[in-house]
């Protein structure tokens, strides 16, 4: 049997190679190494069960189980450590055991007390993370059950860790994940960078497929995208590219592609399935406006491309409709657009001194006027309000105006800028030319943090309308400055993604987003040493209160999904819109099995995470919801 299953890898690495080069000549070299279902012929019975493509006659044991829950480690039908062990020959030993990253700091056989102290440094950056296969950068909802420590004595978890990680370098590994948790029932899971605000990659007791290796990037100088007339520089990007990298290369080539503006991203994941803003999303729309074909693997194991012409209801899914719900995306191929000069402005004021808690909130206030002209003249900007001790500082980090030079910038401005002035309020700002996108981008947005354990966020989408309408914009102003007088932080973006400066494309991004002006998130803290009780107390204020009234002055908005309130109510509403009964009927059909979930995702109202505590988290067992 050994042999058969070695025999298997090397028939999906030549056959399939040699066989599918000349019909599909677009492939990365990883997407030519695929599994077909003659492959599967030449296995015993028992591999065939474990590997074997969905089919019709297929029998769904999964929902007959008594629990109605997906198996999990423990579980008399857990796969046994031979059906692993299978599952690794397949796919050539690409399948890694889950181990926290922090493991070192606790007591056992991987203690190392200099390990831990190096990882205790690096923690909160996010580079630090690139290349472990299970971390969630949220790791509240990882349970934090294995986070750094000086306490050895403390014990570490796997929590909400998938048990098992495909290290994915090809097609083929990813078709037999899939298979083997549609086949056993395993939960399965997709992580890519671990950025999910609300730790979308993780699950206990899941099998993961890890796409951070795939990652190839190809030019097309002229690319004719079939089923449009659209003709240009093109992009086709491995899933694994991150913004980082996109950009460089970009640059290279007097060019510069629709990404975020945080550096590790994964621009061609998570991100541009669930929309993706951009600090030229006032100019060029949504990330997912500009996907012009997909190679993705769908829960029945086949590989297939979405486009245009192909799969075309399932290409509009994809660019919009989230992560982890319809398939594992492969690569995508996009726009890419001359760059730009671009200006950019950073600054910040703060309560204190002359600058009374009144003037700082009529300074902020003023600002709210200039959202509609500004997102309209192509500016997009990121700032927050950061409230200490009854204090408050508006943070401009930066404003970014593409296409303007330093005199256009200071011009659209100084209105503001006047306004503050006569308030009293001063301050230098740092306002810098830069000849291209990519420069300005570099030094113009700092680094995040991340790994933060006691915060939840949520985001609303606030529309045009509110920005229109003197009495509306005052109250959309009293709930933003509610929050922050509770002491919630604000971070907030000024910009406008329309269809319009999309190129009106039609795809499943959250239609809230082409009425968008602003973009705000809030966040609630809870103390390091919180009960679950006071977890959820904070938790509940937060969504039901202060979320709330945000909600309460934008009826029918919405709210970003990737960077989300994993407990927002309403979500199908919220994060997907008018979308919504299209995007579930689409999923009913196309993972009739339920092979993918994710928090949140189209189709997760009927599951739940099963957590002993009670948080909501992926530490627990995913289950159906009792009807
Ligand atoms: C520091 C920071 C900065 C950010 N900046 C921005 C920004 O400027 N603009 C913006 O729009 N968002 C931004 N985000 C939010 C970001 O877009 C989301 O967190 C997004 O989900 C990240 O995708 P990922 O693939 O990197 O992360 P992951 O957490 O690995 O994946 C996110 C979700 O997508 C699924 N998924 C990932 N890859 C695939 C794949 N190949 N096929 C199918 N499903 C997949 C995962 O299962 C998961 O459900 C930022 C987040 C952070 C932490
Ligand atoms: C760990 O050790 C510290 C110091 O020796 C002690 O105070 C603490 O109670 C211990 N914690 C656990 C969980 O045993
Ligand atoms: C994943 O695979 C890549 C490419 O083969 C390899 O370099 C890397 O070390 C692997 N990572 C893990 C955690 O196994
Ligand atoms: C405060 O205002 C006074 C009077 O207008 C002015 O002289 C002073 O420079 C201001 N201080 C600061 C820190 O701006
Ligand atoms: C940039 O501005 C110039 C003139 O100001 C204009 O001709 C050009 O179309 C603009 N480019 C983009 C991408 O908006």
Redesign the pocket.
């Known amino acids: 049997m050994g042999l058969m299953l070695r025999d298997l890898f090397l028939i999906a690495t030549s056959f399939t190679a040699t066989a599918l080069a000349s019909r599909a000549p677009d492939y990365f070299d990883f997407e030519t190494v695929q599994l077909l279902p003659a492959d599967l012929k030449r296995l015993d019975s028992d591999a065939t069960a474990l590997f074997a493509f969905d089919s019709k006659t297929q029998q769904d044991h999964f929902p007959r189980s008594p629990s109605h829950c997906k198996v999990f480690p423990g579980d008399r039908a857990w796969p046994s450590k031979a059906d692993w062990g299978l599952l690794n020959r397949a796919t050539g030993g690409a399948l890694v055991k889950g181990v926290p990253r922090a493991s070192s700091c606790y007591n056992g056989p991987l203690y190392d007390a200099s390990d831990c102290e190096y990882l205790t440094s690096r923690w909160t950056d996010s580079y630090f993370h690139l290349d472990d296969p299970i971390e969630m950068l949220s790791p509240v909802y990882q349970g934090l059950t294995c986070q750094p420590t000086t306490q050895p004595n403390e014990t570490c978890t796997m929590g909400g860790y998938p048990d098992y990680v495909i290290n994915a370098t090809n097609v083929a590994q990813i078709q037999l994940g899939i298979n083997f948790a549609r086949n056993t029932g395993v939960r399965l899971v997709v992580k890519n960078t671990g950025h999910d605000f609300s730790g979308k990659s993780g699950g206990a007791g899941a099998l993961s497929i890890w796409t951070h290796n795939l990652k190839g990037v190809k030019y097309i100088e002229n690319y004719d995208a079939p089923g449009t007339d659209w003709t240009g520089a093109a992009f086709k990007l491995g899933s694994g590219v991150q913004a980082y990298e996109i950009y460089q290369v970009a640059q290279d080539h007097g060019l510069m592609v629709v990404g975020g503006e945080g550096q590790t991203v994964g621009v061609m994941g998570g991100y541009v399935l669930g929309g993706g803003h951009s600090p030229l999303s006032s100019i060029h729309g949504m990330a997912a406006d500009q996907v012009l074909s997909m190679e993705v693997v769908t829960p029945d194991g086949r590989f297939v491309t979405a486009s245009f012409v192909e799969n075309e209801e399932l290409f509009w899914a994809l660019r919009g409709g989230g992560g982890s719900t319809f398939g594992v995306v492969t690569s995508v191929t996009i726009k890419a657009h001359p760059t730009i000069p671009v200006t950019t402005s950073t600054f910040s004021f703060s309560t204190g ?2 600058i009374t808690y009144d003037s700082f909130w009529a300074g902020f206030r003023a600002y709210l006027d200039y959202f509609i002209p500004h997102s309209d003249a192509g500016i997009y900007s990121y700032f927050f309000i950061l409230p200490s001790n009854g204090q408050f500082t508006f943070l401009m980090q930066p404003v970014v105006f593409p296409n303007k030079t330093l005199e256009e910038a200071n011009a659209l401005l100084a209105p503001w800028f006047e306004q503050l002035n006569d308030l ?1 309020i ?1 301050f230098t700002p740092e306002t810098k030319y830069f000849d291209n996108f990519y420069d300005a981008w570099l030094e113009s947005f700092p680094l995040e943090a991340v790994e933060k354990t006691h915060v939840a966020t949520g985001s609303r989408l606030f529309p045009r309308e509110n920005f229109q309408d003197k009495a509306l914009l005052d109250q959309t102003f009293d709930a933003i400055k509610e929050s922050s007088d509770a002491g919630l932080i604000l971070i907030a973006f000024n910009m406008a993604p329309t269809l319009e400066r999309g190129g009106n494309p039609d795809n499943a991004v959250n239609p809230a987003w082409r009425k968008a002006v602003m973009h705000a998130l809030s966040s609630v803290n809870w103390a390091e040493d919180a009960t679950t009780d006071e977890i959820m107390a904070a938790r509940h204020e937060f969504t039901y209160k202060h979320m709330q009234r945000w909600r309460d002055v934008s009826p029918g908005a919405g709210a970003y999904l990737g960077e989300s309130d994993r407990m927002e109510p309403d979500f199908q509403q919220a994060f997907y819109g008018s979308n919504y009964p299209r995007l579930l009927a689409l999923k009913k059909r196309i993972d009739p099995r339920n092979v993918f979930y994710a928090a949140t995702a189209v189709g997760s109202e009927h599951w739940t995470v099963v957590t002993e505590d009670g948080l909501p988290t992926e530490n627990g067992r995913l289950c159906r919801v009792p009807h």
């Open positions: 001194g002359n009293g001063t």
